[in-house]
């Protein structure tokens, strides 16, 4: 049984750091695909950051170059989020998900298993 626990969301000013970590059990971290989702209130969910797990490179939603970094440890069975300089626009529920195989872009659909979720606002 496969399951994604996600943990390091909270609450931290405009031009902060936050890493977010997805640990993952029952997945077998190789040839497999893992992504980072976010839902902001009252918006749909999107894709951030994708890895075909390997040493492969990950691939950044617009809004996410140069400020995130889609961080495998695959010793740790866990993939990290980690988020520079955070803007208010950030503010959202950030997800990680996973899929058997090849990456399918960021379609909801095509991802197998997704964590619960952990909260992040940027705010002053």
């Known amino acids: 049984q496969v399951q994604l626990v996600e943990s390091g969301g909270g609450s931290v000013q405009p031009g902060g750091s936050l890493r977010l970590s997805c640990v993952t059990s029952?997945?077998?971290?190789?040839?497999?695909?893992m992504a980072w989702f976010r839902q902001a209130p009252g918006k749909g969910r999107e894709g951030v950051t994708r890895?075909?797990?390997?040493?492969?490179?990950?691939l950044y939603a617009n809004s996410a170059k140069g400020r995130f970094t889609f961080i495998q440890d695959k010793a740790k069975n866990t993939v990290y989020l980690q988020m520079h300089n955070l803007k208010p626009e950030d503010t959202a529920t950030y997800y990680c998900?996973?899929?058997?195989?090849?990456?399918?872009?960021?379609?909801?659909?095509?991802?197998?298993?997704w964590g619960q979720g952990t909260q992040v606002t940027v705010s002053s």
């Open positions: 029952g997945f077998t971290f190789k040839n497999n695909c």
């Open positions: 890895l075909y797990l390997g040493p492969n490179d990950p």
């Open positions: 998900a996973a899929r058997l195989g090849l990456c399918d872009g960021f379609k909801l659909s095509s991802y197998d298993y």
